[in-house]
Each structure stands twice: as C-alpha cells, then as structure tokens.
C-alpha cells in the first residue's frame, strides 16, 4: 500500500453543523488546502475542539439559568402552599 492516499473526510457533513457553522468550516478547509494533511488534521481538530468549548460554554449558562428559575419557582410554590395553609384558619375567624 505504499504511495496509497486517502481524502480526509469530515464526519459530519458541514451542511448538519449548528448554527450556520457549516460554512465557516467550509471556508476553514478551502483555506487548509495548501497545508500538510497533519497540519489540516490538527487545525480542523483545534477548530473542532473550541467550537465544542463555545457550545458547551452555552449550554452550561442555560442550565445554570434553569436552575435558577427553577429554585424561583420553588420558592414561589412554597409561598403559595403556606398561603394554603393559612386559608382554613383565616376561614375561620
């Protein structure tokens, strides 16, 4: 097999990457072209590995956020259940 070459492929086709990110990694390998296949492989990797980063970074703000809104809400529901408790002993007077 000496001398065999084979295109290195994206496992993902560029066209399902979120975010309209398809063509900026479109772009990023047009430019890599001209690069050794162990410098492409690197880069697009190093790319890969920060676009996760972001995506992670996002996704740990939403969650954050949600469990903000949920303890809210629980606060909130335990301010309506004491509320509840009440009611009998208000009826009452």
Not at 13 to 38: D, E
Not at 75 to 86: P, Q, S, W, Y
Request: proline fraction near 4%; include cysteine.
């Amino acid at each position: 097999m000496a001398g065999f070459r084979t295109a290195w492929v994206l496992p993902v086709s560029p066209t399902y990457l979120p975010n309209g990110q398809g063509a900026s990694m479109s772009r990023m390998i047009c430019r890599l072209s001209g690069w050794s296949s162990t410098t492409r492989m690197r880069l697009l990797l190093e790319y890969l590995v920060q676009q996760r980063s972001e995506r992670i970074d996002e996704l740990t703000g939403k969650l954050e956020q949600s469990r903000d809104q949920i303890r809210r809400l629980d606060e909130e529901c335990e301010h309506l259940a004491d509320m509840v408790r009440l009611m009998p002993q208000l009826a009452g007077l």
